[in-house]
């Protein structure tokens, strides 16, 4: 991270040394995390899993942020986890004017309210990102490499638009491409659609983004609408997507998967004429709302969240590519609904504690019959994440 | 009962006359805005004057002139402000305003950077010697 960091510093600081009326800011945060789910159930079996507790440090960001009339660069280097480097944002933005401007490098893709802050945990009320952005079972890839963007002012609100594409789920020769439009009224209201497209077939798709691991091929897309409501006191916030996904599925594959449950081998002729055409929808939706309680200078949030995701293709097992949420229910389809609260002593410190209930239905008997119970079970998260700014 | 009378009076006299007066660098040749215009500037719709210079904004973090700016300007209350531009600072999005811990601190602020707008206690306009005093329309 050091290297990294001194590089880039130096980067910045050499154009500095030309110009003596850039800016420049550093920013950084820490994000230190401890999870624990219950004994939770799986596919085809009455035998509970037990689970150990998690300790993590998901979010350790550095941030450089320099700008000199119309020009700004950005860099974002995590090392999340403790483990690895690696840079999140490395971009240059040139801007004609607020209406218009170009954006090259590396970042991430405007897309709803979270994408672009979603490793920033000190910014928002919950502790986990909503079930699009959950790494087992991805709606898109959050990365690009290409941004048209702008923001036009009318009055009280502006309107931001962006066109985006890189190699987000690039492979031969389609071309992704991404949008967001978004209307806002100051910090009070924000209301907006985004869309994404593969832009063909994604071939040999390796699981990343949208795509499933066990297809040959696969395109998809996905359009959702978004809003949010922040106040003196209170933050409410919803949204809701749909990806549709074409593909052809490696039924070999597949059908090996020893955790599918019968409603996914049913569906993929497992135990019949296997059927190499999928064709389906994943959809998400969630709902958060946070209320501000001032405690002298600290402040709690006490925090509501739902979330609902279905995905009916994807299996349990991580080791096929799989999610331990989406795929242990028999038809893909699972919520979650969460309490908690924040508590900030100050502005730079975020102390969050949330609970969850995971409800489904699971299929525990592997009989060729879809014969799921409803299943539910708990997980609770403690984080503690601090920013600072130079 | 005059005590009391004479401190209620002091305490509404003190909110009634808690008012903020912007403020701006001389090279910024910023002389008024409207008040959607300072809304904008705030709320970091635009990093821009409507002349085209780049601004870099501070405020104060509390107090009576600070719910009277927020509340009139931004429309909402410092921690929201400060929750908004933390986002927009880890995004890119735009620089966080400078918190500063007072109206003498802002002014001193302001002199030394030659994009600087921020607000002070109206009541201490006198003392922002040649910074250029903003009308809000």
Redesign the interface.
């Given at each position: 991270m050091k290297k990294y960091l001194l590089l880039s510093s130096l980067a910045l600081f050499a154009v500095s040394a030309q110009a003596g009326?850039m800016?420049t800011?550093f920013?950084g945060?820490i994000d230190a995390y401890y999870e624990n789910v219950d004994d939770s159930p799986s596919p085809n079996s009455t035998t509970k899993t037990e689970n150990a507790g998690e300790f993590d440090v998901p979010n350790i960001?550095v941030?450089v942020?320099s700008?000199k009339?119309n020009t700004?660069a950005?860099l974002?280097v995590t090392g999340g986890g403790g483990g690895n480097t690696s840079v999140n944002?490395a971009?240059i933005?040139y801007s004609k004017s607020?209406a218009f401007a170009v954006r090259f490098g590396k970042?991430?893709r405007p897309f709803g309210l979270y994408n672009?802050?979603l490793?920033?945990v000190?910014?928002y009320i919950g502790i986990e990102p909503p079930e699009l952005f959950d790494s087992d079972h991805q709606l898109l890839t959050r990365e690009t490499n290409f941004m048209l963007h702008g923001?036009v002012?009318t009055?009280?609100s502006?309107v931001r638009w962006s066109l985006t594409t890189g190699n987000d789920d690039k492979a031969g020769k389609n071309n992704p491409i991404g949008a967001d439009i978004r209307w806002?009224s100051?910090?009070?209201w924000k209301v907006g659609t985004s869309f994404y497209t593969t832009g063909g077939y994604i071939s040999s798709p390796d699981g990343t983004g949208g795509s499933t691991q066990h297809m040959t091929e696969e395109k998809y897309s996905v359009t959702g609408i978004y809003g949010q409501y922040?106040?003196?006191n209170i933050t409410v916030q919803l949204a809701g997507y749909v990806s549709p996904h074409e593909g052809t599925r490696n039924t070999t594959t597949y059908c090996a998967y020893t955790s599918l449950d019968d409603f996914r081998k049913n569906r993929a002729g497992c135990n019949s004429t296997p059927i190499a055409a999928a064709d389906y929808d994943v959809e998400t939706y969630y709902m958060r709302v946070g209320y501000?309680v001032a405690l002298g200078d600290a402040?709690l949030t006490p925090y509501f969240q739902y979330d609902y995701f279905k995905n009916e293709e994807i299996p349990f097992s991580k080791d096929d590519g799989g999610d331990k949420e989406a795929g242990l229910s028999n038809n893909g389809a699972f919520t979650k609904m969460t309490v908690g609260a924040v508590y900030r002593p100050d502005?730079n410190l975020a102390l969050k504690l949330d609970y969850s209930q995971h409800l489904q239905e699971v299929d525990t008997n592997s009989n060729g019959i879809v014969d799921g119970s409803a299943e539910n079970y708990g997980e609770y998260r403690v984080s503690m994440s601090y920013?600072w700014?130079l | 009962m005059k005590y009391v009378l004479g401190l209620i009076f002091c305490l509404v006299s003190n909110f009634a006359f808690a008012g903020y007066a912007l403020v701006a660098n001389k090279g910024l040749g910023l002389t008024t805005l409207t008040k959607a215009q300072a809304k904008a500037i705030f709320n970091g719709a635009t990093d821009k004057t409507p002349g085209g210079k780049n601004v870099t904004l501070a405020y104060i973090g509390s107090g009576p002139v600070a719910d009277a700016f927020f509340k009139e300007i931004t429309e909402n209350n410092v921690k929201v402000f400060e929750g908004a531009w933390l986002e927009k600072a880890l995004s890119g999005a735009g620089v966080a305003p400078e918190k500063q811990a007072d109206s003498a601190a802002v002014i001193a602020w302001v002199k030394s950077n030659a994009s600087g707008v921020a607000f002070i206690d109206d009541a201490k306009k006198a003392e922002a010697g040649d910074l250029q005093i903003v009308t809000v329309n």
């Open positions: 009326q800016k800011s920013y945060y960001n941030i942020q700008s009339d700004k950005f974002n944002n971009w933005d607020d970042m991430y672009e802050i490793d920033a000190p910014t923001k002012n009055g009280d502006s806002e100051g910090t009070k922040r106040g003196d501000d402040t502005f920013f700014r | -």
